[in-house]
């Protein structure tokens, strides 16, 4: 993957670096996602299990409070003046975990540092948190790997892809905000309603 134009980041974030030590530092937008289901919760069986969301693994350029875009396939720049709140691994596991405790259906769900005496493990495999653009236009797209595991033992009890593609209405890092917020949305919510039906099922056959 060829990655262009990154002397000149280097050099931008030199430069900001300098600006801050003289008293000038470059102003930046920060941008933090809440999750929002794309529909009205349907409602379903509580279960009485626990689960742990694990810090998403993705490649290095993901792993960054930047957002990503890509003009082209293969080459990656970034949006100018605009981070995300976390670093995309992070922030995802964030919502993930919203989207489980708005369900309102889940005993216990944390992240790894919470202590939780788990059942069940979400190990996920991020492979799209990015703007693309394409023929037909700027896309949000996020695109991840679940895999369900039983916690004390490692086993994978179930796996799935999940994609989502969202419109980006304008060339401006908002437009790009509002597009990222609704496809993390609806991946979430499809991943909360997998992963309670696939627990369930685990349950059910031990």
Same mark, same amino acid.
Request: net charge neutral; hydrophobic share 45%.
């Given at each position: 993957?060829?990655?262009?134009?990154?002397? !000149?980041?280097?050099?931008?974030?030199?430069?900001?670096?300098?600006?801050?030590? !003289?008293?000038?530092?470059?102003?930046?937008? $920060?941008?933090?996602?809440?999750?929002?289901? *794309?529909?009205? *919760?349907?409602?379903? @069986?509580?279960?009485?299990?626990?689960?742990?969301?694990?810090?998403?693994?993705?490649?290095?350029?993901?792993?960054?409070?930047?957002?990503?875009?890509?003009?082209?396939?293969?080459? $990656? @720049?970034?949006?100018?003046?605009?981070?995300?709140?976390?670093?995309?691994? +992070?922030?995802?596991?964030?919502? $993930?975990?919203?989207?489980? @405790?708005?369900?309102? &259906?889940?005993?216990?769900?944390?992240?790894?540092?919470?202590?939780?005496?788990? /059942?069940?493990?979400?190990?996920? /495999?991020?492979?799209?948190?990015?703007?693309?653009?394409? +023929? /037909?236009?700027?896309?949000?797209?996020?695109?991840?790997?679940?895999?369900?595991?039983?916690? &004390?033992? %490692? &086993? =994978?009890?179930?796996?799935?892809?999940?994609?989502? /593609?969202?419109?980006?209405?304008?060339?401006?890092?908002?437009? +790009?905000?509002?597009?990222?917020?609704?496809?993390?949305?609806?991946?979430? +919510?499809?991943? =909360?309603?997998?992963?309670?039906?696939?627990?369930?099922?685990?349950?059910? %056959?031990?």
């Amino acid at each position: 993957m060829k990655i262009v134009r990154l002397p !000149l980041l280097l050099a931008a974030l030199t430069l900001a670096g300098c600006a801050s030590l !003289l008293g000038k530092p470059q102003p930046f937008t $920060i941008y933090a996602p809440g999750y929002s289901p *794309p529909t009205a *919760p349907a409602g379903g @069986e509580k279960v009485n299990w626990q689960l742990l969301v694990e810090t998403p693994q993705s490649s290095e350029t993901l792993n960054t409070p930047r957002i990503v875009v890509m003009p082209s396939p293969g080459v $990656i @720049e970034v949006y100018p003046g605009a981070r995300w709140s976390d670093p995309a691994p +992070a922030l995802l596991r964030r919502l $993930i975990v919203q989207g489980f @405790e708005q369900s309102g &259906r889940i005993l216990g769900v944390g992240s790894p540092t919470t202590g939780l005496n788990a /059942d069940y493990a979400l190990a996920i /495999d991020l492979h799209a948190f990015q703007g693309e653009v394409r +023929a /037909d236009g700027s896309h949000a797209v996020v695109a991840f790997q679940a895999r369900l595991l039983d916690y &004390r033992s %490692s &086993r =994978v009890l179930a796996s799935r892809a999940f994609n989502a /593609d969202e419109p980006i209405a304008s060339k401006d890092s908002a437009a +790009a905000f509002n597009a990222f917020q609704s496809a993390v949305s609806e991946s979430v +919510a499809s991943l =909360v309603e997998w992963t309670l039906q696939e627990g369930s099922a685990a349950q059910k %056959s031990r």
